[in-house]
């Protein structure tokens, strides 16, 4: 029973992303399918209104990645920043960490993740960045600080 409902969990398309596209640029040609491009794009953090992380990362193109089934390569860059007033009284509350973001980066065995941490000493927020697969992982990651200022 067990194996059935994990074999049913790892069949299902993940959840579609809450980034918006910002644009592309293309890095490699392909004669038949899109080409690689490198993508940026723009999510809010859904805990703290008022920041929002922009990040980059590559897309594989060609007839794999015009219809969906391509494996991108585990490497992005991210950067967050406060682009509104943030309610600080929510902060010491917040769980850290805490998964704010992911994005399918194969058919289903590969994502990209974003992880906030809450550094309170420093009054900080921590955004890393990462690709993680279900056999194996990578440590090539990026981080992001957002610092909130003293008290």
Not at 67 to 92: M, T, W, Y
Not at 125 to 136: A, P, S, V, W
Request: hydrophobic residues 40%; positive net charge.
């Amino acid at each position: 029973m067990r194996r059935l409902v994990l074999a049913l969990l790892l069949s299902l398309p993940a959840l579609p992303a809450l980034a918006d596209e910002i644009g592309s640029v293309g890095y490699r040609f392909k004669w038949i399918g899109p080409n690689d491009k490198i993508v940026v794009e723009a999510f809010d953090d859904p805990d703290i209104p008022g920041v929002t992380c922009y990040f980059s990362h590559a897309r594989t193109g060609g007839i794999k990645g015009a219809i969906g089934v391509a494996e991108d390569p585990g490497e992005a860059s991210i950067a967050c920043r406060q682009v509104g007033a943030v309610d600080e009284s929510k902060l010491d509350r917040l769980r850290s960490p805490h998964e704010v973001f992911s994005e399918r980066a194969s058919l289903i065995f590969k994502s990209t993740q974003v992880v906030r941490f809450w550094d309170a000493k420093r009054r900080a927020l921590i955004y890393l960045t990462y690709t993680d697969r279900i056999f194996e992982g990578s440590p090539r990651n990026s981080i992001s600080v957002v610092p909130l200022g003293a008290r």
